[in-house]
């Protein structure tokens, strides 16, 4: 588990820093040859694979659970759900903002001119905010992760009992 963990916290971190500099920097540097223009759509491509990354070893990490293991599945991803459904859409909005930053640099627009696009600023400031709220579910769900509660049998055992016990009184 602290493998993940530290796995879990290294892609954070790398996706955070390729999100904080990936708009900034100008990697071509004023370069207009096609292999410039290439080191763009690398570095929109290494934060793609990070953020499937991070989503691999969530998913690797729920993977250990007892529920995954006997296939209640159900239950795990409810305890889950703001995670489970943040990652798509944080990658499909990743997706769609680095498609537009690659094509708008690919027209020969330097990063000066990128921040006076009419919805680019917007659109920046969106993704900033999806991705702090990514960032705080993916720490939330490692940390909840670690609990022992998650690898116990007797433990959902019980939950399931009293959950049971408590349906029948109510008939």
């Known amino acids: 588990f602290l493998v993940k ?39 929109f491509g290494l934060q793609l694979v990070v953020q499937i990354s991070t989503f691999l070893v969530l998913f690797l990490m729920m993977g250990d659970t007892y529920l995954f293991r006997v296939g209640l599945l159900g239950v795990l991803a409810k305890q889950f759900t703001g995670v489970l459904l943040i990652h798509p859409f944080y990658i499909a909005y990743t997706m769609f903002i680095g498609g537009y930053r690659v094509n ?34 993916n720490l939330r769900s490692t940390i909840k992760l670690g609990s022992p509660l998650y690898y116990n049998k007797d433990a959902w055992v019980e939950i399931f009992y009293d959950a049971n016990r408590d349906t029948k009184r109510i008939e």
């Open 5 to 43: 963990t530290c796995l879990m916290i290294i892609l954070l971190l790398s996706d955070m820093g390729l999100n904080s500099s990936v708009e900034f920097d100008d990697f071509v540097k004023g370069d207009t040859s096609e292999n410039s223009k290439n080191i763009l759509v690398l570095m």
């Open 104 to 137: 708008e640099m690919h027209k020969d627009t330097t990063i000066i001119t990128l921040w006076e696009l009419p919805y680019f600023i917007p659109l920046s400031i969106v993704h900033k905010i999806v991705a702090s709220i990514y960032y705080i579910a």
